[in-house]
């Protein structure tokens, strides 16, 4: 996945969200976490929880960094089945002021 221009990433968002897809491995064993923020590759998940697992990691990873993440889940065909939002933001305990932002 290659930075385009004008601070969009290839999953077709600003750069400062994360953009997760969750979709079925090659193989069809399994699924796999993409994303342009890993160095590695996708993160391969196995087993009757791995979408809830891989969904779980996104949220936690965004929330980490401090940014809003979209997660989309998609089918074997492409087709985007569910999508999950993570507003990013760190819940304290004394906060006056709450930012809103807009992926």
């Not at 979709?23 to 196995?46: M, N, Q, T, V």
Request: net charge positive.
């Amino acid at each position: 996945m290659i930075a385009k221009r004008n601070g969009q990433s290839s999953l077709g968002g600003a750069t400062g969200c994360d953009f997760y897809e969750v979709r079925p491995h090659k193989s069809g064993d399994g699924i796999d976490l993409i994303s342009d923020r890993f160095r590695y590759g996708p993160i391969w998940y196995a087993g009757p929880d791995a979408v809830r697992n891989a969904v779980a990691y996104a949220k936690y990873r965004s929330l980490s960094r401090s940014l809003p993440a979209n997660i989309s889940v998609l089918d074997d065909f492409g087709a985007i089945i569910q999508t999950h939002e993570s507003n990013g933001d760190f819940r304290q305990r004394r906060s006056a002021v709450r930012f809103n932002s807009v992926c």
